[in-house]
């Protein structure tokens, strides 16, 4: 079963890029506790608890876990932070997806959405991507289309909408669909 998300408004309207303040980096476990407190901001559930499974989470990473997290900073605070990694999607019953390298999640404070945040750790995900495979997947549901119009912008182009993610069945009212970026 899927839980129901709300994804962030979206106008097409670009509200704006960040001044040179904004650095992106490889993620730690020193930043294990912002990067909980964003993920329960959205989500809910307890800081300390998450921020301990993202600690754990990062230190599989360190031992070669085939996962990068990295984190946006404006002034020294993490303002938003993304994922992505290598899965095997048959193993994770997921139907019509390949095995590959995913883009998962981007999640931003309120306050920097729309601001180049989401562009600058989907680049950075995707220069990680780039040496390791020949194309980077990703997918969401259709009503995202803040994600959708980033991820074009970026030359993802759909390849499927007949699939199921892990975890489960998309809503009843949305589909869910794949895209793929080909490095080569």
């Known amino acids: 079963m899927s839980e129901d998300v709300d994804f962030a408004d ?8 960040h001044g040179g303040g904004m650095s992106v980096r490889p993620a730690t476990r020193a930043d294990a506790a912002a990067v909980a407190a964003l993920f329960c901001e959205r989500h809910g559930g307890a800081v300390a608890d998450t921020a301990q499974r993202i600690a754990d989470h990062f230190t599989l990473i360190a031992e ?4 990068y997290v990295c984190v946006a900073e404006i002034d020294g605070a993490v303002v938003g932070y993304a994922k992505c990694g290598h899965r095997a999607m048959g193993a994770l ?7 590959g390298f995913y883009l998962a999640g981007v999640y931003t ?4 959405r729309r601001r180049g945040v ?24 259709t009503v995202n289309e803040a994600s959708i119009a980033l991820h074009q912008e970026m030359g993802f182009l ?16 949305d589909q869910h669909v794949l895209f ?3 490095f080569r």
């Open 118 to 141: 989401g562009h600058r750790l989907t680049l950075d995900r995707l220069h990680w991507i780039e040496p390791r495979a020949d194309a980077a997947f990703y997918s969401t549901d």
């Open 64 to 67: 070669g876990l085939p996962d």
């Open 180 to 182: 793929r970026k080909t």
């Open 109 to 112: 404070t309120p306050r920097h």
């Open 93 to 99: 019953r997921a139907e019509n997806l390949p095995d």
């Open 158 to 173: 759909e390849v499927r909408r007949d699939v199921l993610p892990p975890g489960g069945a998309p809503r009843e009212t």
């Open 10 to 17: 979206y106008t097409p309207a670009h509200g704006g890029e």
